[in-house]
Structures are given as structure tokens and as C-alpha cells.
């Protein structure tokens, strides 16, 4: 009678426990915990990320918070209804002045798993961010469903498209700054059955992929760029050369 009585203390402790924790405020929770630690508030200020505004619950809420002077609007909603399957998916909605993003990440024992079904930005609005690096930005960037997996802190699949509108970019090129008008161009990122993962990006008038990226699943990360990107750039380049041959390839161990 004891043993049964001490169990069901203990599972009325725990749903009180968790009760209390779902219908926490999480405005409370940030101050009482997060902005208590001086090394998180330290590392969120090093990037130039400030948040204010919170409502709602820790699983259910939403956010202000300020990336160097760009504002977001953070919606959130943890389905705890998937906890019996021990996995922790957080649904993320990001309205912001540049741009919007659809995700769900799910949180596994040992494995991440991302979910993109949609993001627009204005690349523009990095441009001030981008200052330092003497970089300008232009145009739309368009995500559709991304996905990618990662176990064990290694990135196991990805898939997912990327267009970009087009427009005019600066960038330094030795003591100079280059102001180019690029087409449009889009991207497709896929996962191989021998579990390589590839990424290809192709200018609209062009009939094969510019960039090729892939990461082995090993975690060798192998990337190239083509001639004909540095002659939508207008960067001068030998002429005996084709427009197919590589121009630039860096490969490094990533994991």
C-alpha cells in the first residue's frame, strides 16, 4: 500500500511539474533563466542578436527579437504531442523586414531534423550587415521545402530548391569594389543512395550547374565554380578556356 502510494505521489509531482512548466510564461522564464546567465546574454550580444517582447507560454509564444537592426516577429509551438514517440517538434513562424520563414525543426535522441516549406528574403536588408565586408545585396531569395537531417552531429540528408531573383551585387576585389547585374538562378540540393549529398546552381540561361557542391558521407565537403560564373561577373579569364571548365575548387573535411 506504501509503494503504491509513494507511485502515485510521484506521478501526480510529475504532471503537476509539467503542468506548470507548459503554462509557464516564457517572458518569466527568459528573465529567470536565460537573462540570469551572463555568458548567454554576453554571446547573444557578441552576434548582435537582442530579444524583447516575449508572450505566450515556453510552448507555445512569440518573440521580438533584433538581428543588427533587422526586426523579427518569432512565433512558436512545441507539439508535445509527440513526446510519447520521443522526438520534440518546435513549429517556427519568422515575419521580419526581410523576409518570412516556415520551419519545423523535430528533436530526436541523437538526431536534428529541419524543415523549410517556405522563406522569402529581401537580400537587401543584409546589405548593412554586410558593410565591413564591403558586400552589397539585391534581390529575392526563395527557399521551398528544404529538409535536412543531421545524427550524431553529422549531417546525413539534404534536399530542397533555392531560386534567387536576380539583380545588382558588390563585392571587393582587391583594392576595388565590382558592381555586377547577375541573372536570376536556381539551385537543387539532393541526397544520393549512396548517401552523398549534391547541390547544383544554374544560371537561367545557362544549361548546366555553375556551382557544384557535395558532401560525402564521410563529411569531405567538395565545392566547385565554373568559368562561366566569372563571365556572368564580367572578371576576366583566359580565353583558351571553356565556359564548362573549373575555375576555382576548395575541398576540406567538415566533419
Known amino acids: 500500500m506504501l509503494k503504491k502510494t509513494i507511485l502515485y ?3 501526480f509531482l510529475l504532471a503537476f511539474s509539467v503542468f506548470v512548466l507548459a503554462k509557464a510564461p516564457a517572458r518569466v522564464i527568459w528573465e529567470g533563466v536565460v537573462e540570469a546567465d551572463p555568458s548567454v546574454t554576453n554571446s547573444l550580444r557578441s552576434v548582435g542578436v537582442s530579444v524583447k517582447g516575449i508572450e505566450g507560454t515556453i510552448w507555445d509564444g512569440r518573440a521580438l527579437v533584433q538581428y543588427k537592426g533587422i526586426a523579427s516577429i518569432v512565433d512558436w509551438n512545441v507539439k508535445l504531442s509527440e513526446l510519447y514517440a520521443l522526438s520534440l517538434p518546435v513549429k517556427l513562424d519568422i515575419d521580419s523586414q526581410a523576409g518570412e520563414l516556415e520551419a519545423v525543426i523535430t528533436v530526436g535522441m541523437s538526431d536534428i531534423a ?14 548593412p550587415a554586410l558593410r565591413a565586408q564591403r558586400v552589397t545585396l539585391d534581390g529575392q531569395l526563395l527557399l521551398k521545402d528544404i529538409q535536412l ?3 550524431d552531429n553529422m549531417l546525413r540528408s539534404a534536399a530542397g530548391m533555392i531560386s534567387w531573383s536576380g539583380g545588382d551585387i558588390a563585392y571587393p576585389a582587391q583594392r576595388a569594389i565590382h558592381q555586377r547585374s547577375f541573372p ?3 539551385g537543387v540540393i539532393e541526397t ?16 548546366f550547374d555553375v556551382i557544384e557542391a557535395t558532401v560525402s558521407p564521410e563529411g569531405e565537403a567538395l565545392v566547385k565554380v565554373k568559368r562561366r560564373l566569372l563571365d556572368l561577373a564580367d572578371e576576366h579569364w583566359p580565353q583558351n578556356s571553356k565556359e564548362e571548365d573549373v575555375v576555382f575548387k576548395v575541398k576540406k573535411k567538415i566533419y
Open 9 to 11: 505521489l510521484l506521478v
Open 114 to 127: 529541419v524543415t523549410v516549406s517556405r522563406g522569402d528574403l529581401d537580400l537587401s536588408m543584409l546589405s
Open 149 to 151: 537531417l543531421a545524427e
Open 184 to 186: 536570376p538562378f536556381r
Open 192 to 207: 544520393s543512395e549512396t548517401g552523398e549529398i549534391k547541390a547544383g546552381v544554374r544560371d537561367s540561361g545557362g544549361s
